[in-house]
């Protein structure tokens, strides 16, 4: 099936330890994203790369690390966890310009740092 | 600074009713406008992708609206069912080029009762 998927979808963890989330896609897309969900559905913008390249990287701890092995691939690396990163976090897509702008959605990661 | 706001935050309705749910943005130079569907623990899904150019889009029993102008867009879902709840999500982008980013609105938690 085409679409982006995320693993794990669920992740429980306590704090100070370092985890990962990873992301493809697989509908031949150049951007890729992360955003995070926070406890009241709020959705903010992380991460964004095109082409492997970081092009957005918006006011984020320097605990999290973005990765982008090739352009079908976006991993999630976060270190020394805090309570406060427990979240849900969704990776997404979009097609290269010119495009219609849509960008489509993983299923999320729910993390949880206890 | 865009800054989209969604009005009512929750909604419940008998099953049946034709209802809206309103989107604002504060600044009009948009892109498009992206409504998504969230179900509990679920990820996003696309609804509807209107262009900066367009006044509005139809899927089924959805269909929303775009008013740059005034910096708003309204979702109507005609004869709701309860299959129709969940949280809804309005998003703008600025434009469609790799460094933009999705700024969502804050959602409308929507009901239907049986």
């Known amino acids: 099936d085409t679409a982006v998927s995320q693993t794990p979808k669920y992740l429980v963890t306590q704090m100070g330890n370092d985890k990962s989330i990873k992301c493809e896609q697989n509908?031949?897309?150049?951007?890729m994203y992360w955003y995070k969900q926070d406890s009241k559905k709020f959705l903010k913008i992380m991460f964004s790369y095109n082409n492997k390249e970081l092009i957005i990287n918006e006011t984020v701890p320097n605990r999290f690390s973005p990765k982008s092995p090739d352009k079908a691939h976006l991993n999630l690396h976060i270190n020394s966890l805090e309570l406060g990163d427990s979240a849900v976090y969704f990776c997404?897509?979009?097609?290269?310009?010119?495009?219609?702008?849509?960008?489509?959605f993983g299923e999320g990661s729910r993390l949880t740092v206890l | 600074k865009q800054e989209v706001t969604q009005i009512p935050a929750a909604l419940s309705v008998p099953e049946g009713e034709n209802l809206v749910l309103n989107c604002s943005f504060t600044?009009?130079?948009?892109?498009?406008l992206q409504w998504f569907r969230q179900d509990p623990g679920k990820g996003l899904t696309s609804l509807l992708l209107?262009?900066?150019?367009?006044r509005e889009q139809t899927s089924g029993r959805l269909n929303a609206s775009l008013d740059k102008s005034s910096g708003r867009s309204t979702l109507y879902i005609a004869a709701s069912q309860p299959g129709d709840s969940a949280t809804y999500l309005c998003a703008v982008r600025r434009d469609g080029g790799a460094t933009n980013k999705l700024i969502f609105g804050t959602g409308t938690l929507l009901a239907v009762q049986p």
């Open positions: 509908l031949g897309h150049d951007t």
């Open positions: 600044d009009s130079a948009i892109y498009n």
């Open positions: 209107i262009q900066s150019s367009q």
């Open positions: 997404a897509s979009s097609p290269p310009p010119p495009n219609t702008g849509e960008l489509f």
